[in-house]
Antibody, heavy 123, light 110 residues
Framework: EVQLVESGGGLVNPGGSLRLSCAASGFTFRGAWMSWVRQAPGKGLEWVGRFKSKSDGGTTDFAAPVKDRFTMSRDDSKNTLSLQMNSLKIEDTAVYYC??????????????WGQGILVTVSS | QSALTQPPSASGSPGQSVAISCTGTSSDVGGYNYVSWYQHRPGKAPKLIMSEVNKRPSGVPDRFSGSKSGNTASLTVSGLQAEDEADYYCCSYAGRNNLGVFGGGTKLTV
């Protein structure tokens, strides 16, 4: 059974930092393109960032609103993905989902999703 | 990248069919056959229900179908059931070094 379990969310002051983690199981993590997708209150889904598999270059891409503030890391030996969020803004308040695009399944799709974790940026 | 355009709402009675559109540009929807659709029920994780325009993942009922013409993709739900009530989002690939882009979402009421 595939599982993506997010942790690390919570309340943080504007300008603060927070680190989200995602523990993956049930699929070949090292081959997956891993992403974070968020949903702000009352809003739609927004792709935050992506970490390609090492075999596909191991590079990251970020959405314009978070570029230069957010970074991602992955540990293929531990099947974990992290999102480091710095200089947080009120508009970063959202439920953050860890997602996986797994090879040999649907191409360029979010095949699996975690349950999501809430990040609230407020003073 | 600008968000793809979806109607904010759609509705139908049980047993009817409804189509949800998703309009982008030649740089995303029109340029690639990598449009996916997600069903999102409140309090749940989004679920992939269509990939590569018209491919249904295992376990998704064949009442769901996808298509594309030019810069517009569509998700059709036939034989509507109460359980289909949810928010639906499209998403398109936008090139190897670009993040893809989501639509604004469509709330389907049955």
């Amino acid at each position: 059974e595939v599982q993506l379990v997010e942790s690390g969310g919570g309340l943080v002051n504007p300008g603060g930092s927070l680190r989200l983690s995602c523990a993956a199981s049930g699929f070949t993590f090292r081959g997956a393109w891993m992403s974070w997708v968020r949903q702000a209150p009352g809003k739609g889904l927004e792709w935050v960032g992506r970490f390609k598999s090492k075999s596909d270059g191991g590079t990251t891409d970020f959405a314009a609103p978070v570029k230069d503030r957010f970074t991602m890391s992955r540990d293929d030996s531990k099947n974990t993905l992290s999102l480091q969020m710095n200089s947080l803004k009120i508009e970063d308040t959202a439920v953050y989902y860890c997602t996986a695009d797994v090879p040999d399944t649907a191409a360029h799709s979010f095949d699996y999703w975690g349950q999501g974790i809430l990040v609230t940026v407020s003073s | 990248q600008s968000a793809l355009t979806q109607p904010p709402s759609a509705s139908g009675s049980p047993g009817q069919s409804v189509a949800i559109s998703c309009t982008g540009t030649s740089s995303d929807v029109g340029g690639y056959n990598y449009v996916s659709w997600y069903q999102h029920r409140p309090g749940k994780a989004p679920k992939l229900i269509m990939s590569e325009v018209n491919k249904r993942p295992s376990g998704v009922p064949d009442r769901f179908s996808g298509s594309k013409s030019g810069n517009t993709a569509s998700l059709t739900v036939s034989g509507l059931q109460a359980e289909d009530e949810a928010d639906y989002y499209c998403c398109s690939y936008a090139g190897r070094n670009n993040l893809g882009v989501f639509g604004g979402g469509t709330k389907l009421t049955v």
